[in-house]
């Protein structure tokens, strides 16, 4: 490939104009650009008067966002025949969304791009159409800032790495072979002279490859976007993710009279149809309260009521209600006493589970029995800042009267000490016994299960496994990301693996628990790291610390890097490889768990590879030829028959809710022209069909067979239908969880058995002298969230200079804190934490709650190396290495100040040039 490709690019039919049109069609009713905060240039929204945008602001960008939709709907799609084809295309990353994404392919160019126009579109059955970032995919597969060939530091040689130069050196063009050989050289050089634990790698591929050759090496976790919610199994509930039989069907939620919502905003963390769901729930007569520090596009969409809060104090609030279901009920009638006495333990001295080891329970913790502070709705509103007479009022509307949903997104639980929020809520909604039946559930919503709960309706085959593969005896090491900067600097770390063990088996984590003792606290260890290499895991922008990280990486002896761009990770590297984009491989199925459980998305190649460009598996296989190994050590199966496998094996659920069929039918004709082995067989959709639809959706409809009541047969009868915790009940108590903090995690007190409210490391509290409210204010007064953006998906599409026109990535700032400070819209601002300073501009709203400011995620590091300040405003830049109960990765728990630069005025990122390597 060369640049005639590039040429062909620049001058294709799609113009700016087209793409924003299209970006319009997000399809969630009121998600314009201008709504969103995406389009930054002024606050017109703002006011006049007013505190929030009202509901005929939300109507009227509503309005505008369907007449573009319209507009843009004629040309992207209209019928072509110049010899080009539409591909079904992968939109293949983690972004909340999951949509159909279809390419218009042209002498090995794409031309343009349209989304689902397979499908009906109504009230029930909702088009899966792409976001903003969806249609941009095409400037992710062709950017110009693709990486097109492997790449040499400059100053770098074996043996004299001058690691002090990574990030500011220049970059060498080198062959494959030469890449190979250096990796080959260095792995070997490393793994034979510091022992075990010497490599840390960041990225399933290259683990793979060190298991061949019988390398042991040292790998991270994460709770990543989960936070606590990462492994509530133990409690018997899904995390929303691998589990995602959790909270009742989208079409059951229709009978849902109120939705108490925590850090709730699928407007901007679940793009897709995750907020037409809700919207739907809201026209059918459900009012949502929704906990959030911002007021958000979900709160206006749904003209919800909006409960400011501060990060952090979530739990606070909960108990605080809890305490008024409890001190009311007598006279109220609130709570449901027979729901707690058949499927509860813990809540009461009458109701301890025979595994308690500690003689306290739930009931008696509110009072104040055992620390002499009755959880009341004041107290809760000192800590949370939730006046205590709205803590009195949802909690009456907890009552086991109504129909309720206690939804949390993962937002709520990504702060230090968060712990048991999944065990407070639970316990919240069993008090009024708002679990297992219709129009009532509590539990996670988030990514791209966010308002859509339940067990598959269609399921993606399996591909046949690699066949004879070679395996190798290589293992890794586990380092929590919270310290895994620390443990390549040599710093003590907890070498756990429970929690992502718990977080892979789920509800069946009884089937691996012996496997760790729980008696006593695990030690610390040490690794001796000189190597890292870093393949498809952007740690450097997503993981905390990265000023932390960037030092990490300078002092090793030898960094790899891969991927489509010179991101922040790559950029610190000293060998890097062009990886593909899916748009340039076989094809393949979207992973059940991006996917709804409506639909199955599927895709082929559809476009030959960029430049140079090879898989992360090929690239592997490339450096495992450097020890002997071959092809064939890797996979015996073609990709091809994978797929064909996967295809061949999905089914799909029958009308009648029970019996599963086929898929697809397949002929010999079929099997013929994809050249594999196979049978024929009936199905429900024929393969070609399919294929060239790329999605196959389930239809709904209300009173079909298909609905899900999360926990039903359990409320029913608990004795025969125990829930997957340690008792088989509900837990207000729960010694399991406790055992398994306090033995594997990173606290030093213990934790309690009970859902007991912890002051957030750098939460609330921190932002007084000595951690104590009332006291004045410390030198970081004002706490930060780093909420998700639709610019990006966590750190992806930050590159994409249409998308960084369209939403500036601003610092959001309340009007109070920003005239305390002398800061007006659009001025840049130094944000300042104990970790790292970065620059913004600023953004004042009066959508912010007062003491909060929000810093979105995922802006890739970009260091000015003259002062060490980032100039991208990356949240992570100016987090730090924390660890604390459970390992939660806490990025919503920040303290910073805020203050007007007096330096040149940053520009905006779509004025910074593209990084474009080579010819």
Same mark, same amino acid.
């Given at each position: 490939?060369?640049?005639?490709?590039? #040429?062909?690019?620049?001058?294709?039919?799609?113009?700016?104009?087209?793409?924003?049109?299209?970006?319009?069609?997000?399809?969630?009713?009121?998600?314009?650009?201008?709504?969103?905060?995406?389009?930054?240039?002024?606050?017109?929204?703002?006011?006049?008067?007013?505190?929030?945008?009202?509901?005929?602001?939300?109507?009227?960008?509503?309005?505008?966002?369907?007449?573009?939709?319209?507009?843009?709907?004629?040309?992207?799609?209209?019928?072509?025949?110049?010899?080009?084809?539409?591909? %079904?295309?992968?939109?293949?990353?983690?972004?909340?969304?999951?949509?159909?994404?279809?390419?218009?392919?042209?002498?090995?160019?794409?031309?343009?791009?349209?989304?689902?126009?397979?499908?009906?579109?109504?009230?029930?059955?909702?088009?899966?159409?792409?976001?903003?970032?969806?249609?941009?995919?095409?400037?992710?597969?062709?950017?110009?800032?693709?990486?097109?060939?492997?790449?040499?530091?400059? #100053?770098?040689?074996?043996?004299?790495?001058?690691?002090?130069?990574?990030?500011?050196?220049?970059?060498?063009?080198?062959?494959?072979?030469?890449?190979?050989?250096?990796?080959?050289?260095?792995?070997?050089?490393?793994?034979?002279?510091?022992?075990? &634990?010497?490599?840390?790698?960041?990225?399933?591929?290259?683990?793979?490859?060190?298991?061949?050759?019988?390398?042991?090496?040292?790998?991270?976790?994460?709770?990543?976007?989960?936070?606590?919610?990462?492994?509530?199994?133990?409690?018997?509930?899904?995390?929303?993710? &691998?589990?995602?039989?959790?909270?009742?069907?989208?079409?059951?939620?229709?009978?849902?009279?109120?939705?108490?919502?925590?850090?709730?905003?699928?407007?901007?963390?679940?793009?897709?149809?995750?907020?037409?769901?809700?919207?739907?729930?809201?026209?059918?007569?459900?009012?949502?309260?929704?906990?959030?520090?911002?007021?958000?596009?979900?709160?206006?969409?749904?003209?919800?009521?909006?409960?400011?809060?501060?990060?952090?104090?979530?739990?606070?609030?909960?108990?605080?209600?809890?305490?008024?279901?409890?001190?009311?009920?007598?006279?109220?009638?609130?709570?449901?006493?027979?729901?707690?006495?058949?499927?509860?333990?813990?809540?009461?001295?009458?109701?301890?589970?025979?595994?308690?080891?500690?003689?306290?329970?739930?009931?008696?913790?509110?009072?104040?029995?055992?620390?002499?502070?009755?959880?009341?709705?004041?107290?809760?509103?000192?800590?949370?800042?939730?006046?205590?007479?709205?803590?009195?009022?949802? %909690?009456?509307?907890?009552?086991?009267?109504?129909?309720?949903?206690?939804?949390?997104?993962?937002?709520?639980?990504?702060?230090?000490?968060?712990?048991?929020?999944?065990?407070? %809520?639970?316990?919240?909604?069993?008090?009024?016994?708002?679990?297992?039946?219709?129009?009532?559930?509590?539990?996670?919503?988030?990514?791209?299960?966010?308002?859509?709960?339940?067990?598959?309706?269609?399921?993606?085959?399996?591909?046949?496994?690699?066949?004879?593969?070679?395996?190798?005896?290589?293992?890794?090491?586990?380092?929590?990301?919270?310290?895994?900067?620390?443990?390549?600097?040599?710093?003590?770390? &907890?070498?756990?693996?429970?929690?992502?063990?718990?977080?892979?088996?789920?509800?069946?984590?009884?089937?691996?628990?012996?496997?760790?003792?729980?008696?006593?606290?695990?030690?610390?260890?040490?690794?001796?790291?000189?190597?890292?290499?870093?393949?498809?895991?952007?740690?450097?922008?997503?993981?905390?610390?990265?000023?932390?990280?960037?030092?990490?990486?300078?002092?090793?002896?030898?960094?790899?890097?891969?991927?489509?761009?010179?991101?922040?990770?790559?950029?610190?590297?000293?060998?890097?490889?062009?990886?593909?984009?899916?748009?340039?491989?076989?094809?393949?199925?979207?992973?059940?768990?991006?996917?709804?459980?409506?639909?199955?998305?599927?895709?082929?190649?559809?476009?030959?590879?960029?430049?140079?460009?090879?898989?992360?598996?090929?690239?592997?296989?490339?450096?495992?030829?450097?020890?002997?190994?071959?092809?064939?050590?890797?996979?015996?199966?073609?990709?091809?028959?994978?797929?064909?496998?996967?295809?061949?094996?999905?089914?799909?659920?029958?009308?009648?809710?029970?019996?599963?069929?086929?898929?697809?039918?397949?002929?010999?004709?079929?099997?013929?022209?994809?050249?594999?082995?196979?049978?024929?067989?009936?199905?429900?959709?024929?393969?070609?069909?399919?294929?060239?639809?790329?999605?196959?959706?389930?239809?709904?409809?209300?009173?079909?067979?298909?609905?899900? =009541?999360?926990?039903?047969?359990?409320?029913?009868?608990?004795?025969?239908?125990?829930?997957?915790?340690?008792?088989?009940?509900?837990?207000?108590?729960?010694?399991?969880?406790?055992?398994?903090?306090?033995?594997?995690?990173?606290?030093?007190?213990?934790?309690?058995?009970?859902?007991?409210?912890?002051?957030?490391?750098?939460?609330?509290?921190?932002?007084?002298?000595?951690?104590?409210?009332?006291?004045?204010?410390?030198?970081?007064?004002?706490?930060?969230?780093?909420?998700?953006?639709?610019?990006?998906?966590?750190?992806?599409?930050?590159?994409?200079?249409?998308?960084?026109?369209?939403?500036?990535?601003?610092?959001?700032?309340?009007?109070?804190?920003?005239?305390?400070?002398? =800061?007006?819209?659009?001025?840049?601002?130094?944000?300042?934490?104990?970790?790292?300073?970065?620059?913004?501009?600023?953004?004042?709203? %009066?959508?912010?709650?007062?003491?909060?400011?929000?810093?979105?995620?995922?802006?890739?590091?970009?260091?000015?190396?003259?002062?060490?300040?980032?100039?991208?405003?990356?949240?992570?830049?100016?987090?730090?290495?924390?660890?604390?109960?459970?390992?939660?990765?806490?990025?919503?728990?920040?303290?910073?100040?805020?203050?007007?630069?007096?330096?040149?005025?940053?520009?905006?990122?779509?004025?910074?040039?593209?990084?474009?390597?080579?010819?």
């Amino acid at each position: 490939m060369n640049m005639g490709l590039i #040429n062909k690019v620049l001058t294709s039919k799609i113009s700016r104009r087209d793409f924003l049109k299209s970006s319009a069609a997000i399809g969630a009713a009121g998600m314009a650009l201008a709504v969103s905060g995406c389009n930054t240039a002024s606050n017109d929204l703002e006011e006049t008067g007013t505190t929030v945008p009202n509901e005929t602001t939300a109507a009227a960008t509503t309005q505008a966002a369907t007449e573009a939709t319209t507009e843009a709907a004629a040309d992207p799609v209209a019928p072509v025949d110049d010899g080009g084809k539409w591909v %079904a295309a992968a939109c293949w990353h983690n972004c909340g969304g999951k949509c159909l994404v279809k390419a218009y392919v042209k002498d090995g160019v794409i031309m343009r791009q349209k989304t689902d126009d397979i499908y009906s579109d109504d009230e029930v059955n909702r088009q899966q159409r792409a976001c903003l970032r969806g249609y941009s995919q095409q400037y992710q597969a062709r950017g110009l800032d693709r990486l097109k060939y492997p790449m040499k530091r400059k #100053n770098w040689t074996p043996g004299d790495p001058h690691g002090e130069l990574r990030g500011i050196d220049e970059w060498e063009r080198i062959s494959w072979d030469e890449a190979a050989q250096y990796i080959h050289d260095e792995l070997e050089r490393i793994s034979t002279t510091y022992g075990d &634990n010497a490599i840390l790698v960041n990225g399933g591929e290259p683990t793979a490859l060190l298991n061949k050759l019988n390398i042991n090496y040292l790998t991270s976790w994460t709770t990543s976007s989960w936070g606590c919610w990462y492994a509530p199994g133990v409690l018997g509930w899904g995390d929303g993710c &691998n589990d995602y039989s959790v909270n009742n069907d989208r079409l059951d939620m229709l009978n849902c009279q109120y939705c108490v919502a925590f850090g709730y905003n699928p407007a901007w963390a679940a793009l897709g149809n995750a907020t037409n769901y809700a919207k739907a729930w809201k026209d059918a007569g459900c009012q949502f309260i929704i906990f959030d520090p911002i007021y958000t596009d979900t709160s206006s969409i749904l003209d919800a009521k909006w409960v400011p809060i501060r990060p952090g104090t979530d739990l606070a609030a909960m108990l605080g209600m809890a305490y008024v279901m409890l001190e009311e009920d007598e006279e109220k009638k609130l709570i449901d006493w027979d729901f707690l006495d058949r499927c509860c333990v813990g809540q009461d001295a009458d109701h301890m589970p025979d595994n308690a080891r500690i003689n306290e329970n739930f009931f008696d913790y509110l009072r104040g029995e055992y620390d002499g502070t009755p959880k009341t709705p004041e107290w809760a509103s000192e800590i949370c800042g939730v006046d205590a007479d709205t803590l009195r009022e949802v %909690a009456r509307i907890l009552s086991k009267d109504n129909n309720c949903a206690i939804l949390s997104s993962w937002a709520s639980a990504r702060n230090y000490n968060a712990d048991q929020v999944p065990q407070m %809520a639970i316990c919240l909604a069993a008090m009024g016994g708002h679990i297992g039946k219709s129009g009532n559930c509590v539990g996670p919503t988030a990514w791209n299960h966010t308002n859509n709960f339940g067990p598959r309706l269609v399921k993606v085959g399996s591909n046949g496994g690699a066949g004879a593969a070679t395996s190798g005896t290589g293992t890794g090491s586990y380092v929590g990301d919270n310290q895994m900067w620390n443990a390549v600097m040599g710093e003590p770390y &907890n070498p756990t693996s429970i929690w992502t063990t718990l977080n892979g088996y789920g509800v069946a984590w009884k089937s691996v628990i012996e496997n760790f003792d729980l008696t006593k606290k695990i030690e610390n260890t040490t690794a001796n790291v000189k190597m890292i290499w870093n393949a498809g895991k952007a740690k450097l922008t997503t993981c905390e610390g990265a000023k932390k990280g960037i030092e990490a990486h300078r002092a090793v002896e030898f960094v790899v890097g891969q991927g489509h761009f010179l991101t922040a990770s790559n950029k610190y590297a000293d060998i890097v490889l062009p990886i593909t984009t899916n748009w340039e491989r076989e094809g393949s199925y979207v992973w059940e768990g991006y996917m709804n459980r409506d639909i199955v998305l599927i895709s082929r190649q559809v476009v030959d590879p960029y430049f140079e460009s090879l898989s992360d598996v090929e690239a592997c296989i490339k450096i495992g030829e450097k020890f002997g190994l071959t092809q064939d050590d890797f996979f015996t199966v073609s990709p091809t028959q994978r797929l064909f496998n996967e295809v061949a094996t999905s089914t799909v659920i029958k009308e009648n809710g029970v019996d599963w069929e086929n898929l697809c039918s397949i002929t010999q004709e079929d099997i013929d022209e994809w050249g594999v082995e196979g049978a024929p067989q009936e199905g429900r959709i024929p393969i070609k069909q399919f294929m060239e639809d790329g999605m196959y959706r389930v239809e709904r409809k209300v009173g079909d067979n298909f609905g899900y =009541i999360d926990k039903e047969e359990f409320r029913k009868d608990p004795e025969a239908n125990p829930i997957a915790s340690a008792t088989g009940k509900v837990e207000f108590y729960s010694q399991m969880w406790a055992d398994i903090i306090n033995s594997q995690g990173y606290s030093e007190d213990e934790y309690s058995p009970l859902p007991k409210y912890r002051p957030a490391t750098q939460g609330y509290e921190s932002t007084f002298v000595d951690n104590t409210i009332g006291k004045e204010k410390s030198q970081y007064p004002l706490q930060c969230i780093n909420p998700h953006y639709q610019r990006r998906s966590h750190s992806i599409f930050d590159n994409i200079p249409w998308l960084r026109e369209a939403c500036a990535n601003p610092f959001y700032i309340s009007k109070q804190d920003a005239a305390d400070r002398g =800061i007006k819209d659009g001025d840049t601002v130094k944000i300042s934490s104990q970790y790292g300073e970065t620059l913004r501009q600023a953004y004042v709203t %009066a959508r912010m709650t007062p003491g909060v400011v929000g810093l979105p995620h995922g802006a890739w590091v970009r260091v000015d190396e003259a002062t060490g300040i980032d100039q991208s405003g990356s949240e992570n830049y100016i987090t730090g290495n924390v660890a604390t109960g459970m390992g939660v990765d806490g990025y919503n728990s920040l303290t910073v100040q805020v203050e007007k630069w007096d330096g040149t005025p940053i520009p905006k990122d779509v004025d910074v040039p593209q990084t474009i390597l080579f010819d």
